[in-house]
């Protein structure tokens, strides 16, 4: 068993002190990652983060909202992607120092560049076509041989990509980037998508990947005229993509590396043990049902805003019938613990015509 100095156990007793309270698990398992820049195999530290993750509203809070964004039924595989992007936007605590860090597009003398693989990134995330990342890499590897501050410019790239939920070309990206420089806030950035990178398959808010055999199967009775998930990404391809891209063919062929995917042994998951049930994922009707507890309580915070009738109304309308397929995510029967040493957060009446009930839920 490996022994570590003193100020590691006690910064771990500290993140499980924190870790118990409501809202405490992110700045906890921000300690957690601090610990692994410095110690990578600490397994203690990689286990209290998830055990941080499966604080009970921790899970409700991060399921609802993802939920504002995907339904939880929708199975294709890049809106899995999008939630874990989400999810580590939700939980971590340096992402918007990262962004004061750097320029937000990057290092001016290859912003242009790296603005286009941003773009080919995205084509993944928001349509699914993965072969939007080889064009990606091939783009951002341009731009770091061209970039007069090399350091600069992985840092940016290695945090857009875990900005995306790509989180193993995050690490491939922050490990170049720290092989080469002595750059402590890259190590930090290192150690956190490293264990989103490895512990993906199980945070416990987010449904079982799927193939998107459920989306299609609600959409037939949703909308029988939507795309399939195999159409999708037939659809969304055109001609001004493939003009923009033919200067940045991959170095390898399709067909080579379809030959090197097949000689490498494919690695099986074993399937993560759930804290949620989402067996109710199959069994849904795909008919309209109620809307969720958070879609109401904004709802009714609209309609207590007089300025705009008209606008108020078409917001509370769009909401509707954007989630009328959204099932509702009971909350825990256990109370939330509020840290006695912390004063309680009342959200102000300016902003949400009064607190209610369950306001802070949606904060």
């Known amino acids: 068993m490996t022994t570590y100095p003193d100020y590691v156990y006690q910064t771990l007793a500290r993140a499980r002190s924190e870790g118990q309270w409501y809202c405490g698990q992110p700045d906890a398992a921000a300690l957690?990652?601090?610990?692994?820049?410095?110690?990578?195999?600490?397994?203690?530290?990689?286990?209290?983060?998830?055990?941080?993750?499966?604080?009970?509203?921790?899970?409700?809070?991060?399921?609802?909202?993802?939920?504002?964004?995907?339904?939880?039924?929708?199975?294709?595989?890049?809106?899995?992607?999008?939630?874990?992007?989400?999810?580590?936007?939700?939980?971590?605590?340096?992402?918007?120092?990262?962004?004061?860090?750097?320029?937000?597009?990057?290092?001016?003398?290859?912003?242009?560049?790296l603005h286009e693989g941003k773009m080919e990134l995205l084509g993944?995330?928001?349509?699914?076509?993965?072969?939007?990342?080889?064009?990606?890499?091939?783009?951002?590897?341009?731009?770091?041989?061209?970039?007069?501050?090399?350091?600069?410019?992985?840092?940016?790239?290695?945090?857009?990509?875990?900005?995306?939920?790509?989180?193993?070309?995050?690490?491939?990206?922050?490990?170049?980037?720290?092989?080469?420089?002595?750059?402590?806030?890259a190590r930090r950035l290192l150690a956190e998508v490293i264990w989103w990178r490895d512990n993906a398959h199980r945070i416990p808010w987010i449904p079982p990947a799927g193939n998107g055999s459920r989306y299609d199967r609600m959409m037939e009775s949703i909308d029988p005229t939507a795309p399939k998930t195999d159409d999708i990404i037939q659809r969304e391809r055109n001609e001004n993509?493939?003009?923009?891209?033919?200067?940045?063919?991959?170095?390898?062929?399709?067909?080579?590396?379809?030959?090197?995917?097949?000689?490498?042994?494919?690695?099986?998951?074993?399937?993560?043990?759930?804290?949620?049930?989402?067996?109710?994922?199959?069994?849904d009707d795909a008919q309209p049902g109620?809307?969720?507890?958070?879609?109401k309580r904004q709802i009714q915070r609209f309609e207590r805003l007089k300025e705009d009738d008209d606008v108020s109304k078409e917001v509370i309308e769009d909401m509707i019938r954007m989630h009328k397929y959204s099932r509702n995510i009971a909350p825990p029967t256990m109370p939330k613990r509020y840290d006695p040493n912390e004063p309680p957060f009342t959200p102000p009446s300016e902003f949400f015509g009064g607190a209610e009930e369950g306001d802070e839920d949606d904060l």
């Open 124 to 185: 993944a995330y928001c349509l699914g076509d993965d072969e939007c990342t080889d064009y990606a890499w091939s783009i951002f590897a341009d731009a770091i041989q061209k970039a007069e501050n090399p350091q600069a410019t992985l840092h940016w790239i290695g945090w857009q990509y875990a900005d995306l939920g790509f989180f193993a070309d995050a690490a491939e990206a922050l490990g170049e980037l720290c092989s080469r420089f002595n750059d402590e806030k």
């Open 241 to 283: 993509q493939k003009e923009r891209i033919a200067s940045y063919r991959p170095s390898i062929g399709k067909e080579l590396a379809i030959l090197f995917e097949r000689s490498i042994p494919s690695k099986t998951e074993s399937p993560a043990v759930t804290i949620v049930d989402w067996s109710f994922l199959d069994n």
């Open 32 to 113: 957690c990652f601090d610990v692994l820049t410095l110690f990578p195999d600490c397994e203690e530290a990689k286990e209290l983060v998830y055990e941080l993750f499966c604080d009970e509203w921790t899970i409700y809070d991060n399921r609802v909202a993802v939920q504002r964004n995907i339904d939880e039924w929708d199975d294709r595989p890049w809106q899995q992607r999008r939630r874990l992007a989400l999810s580590y936007r939700f939980m971590s605590r340096w992402d918007g120092k990262y962004e004061a860090m750097m320029e937000r597009g990057g290092p001016k003398d290859v912003r242009k560049i």
């Open 290 to 295: 109620e809307l969720p507890d958070w879609a």
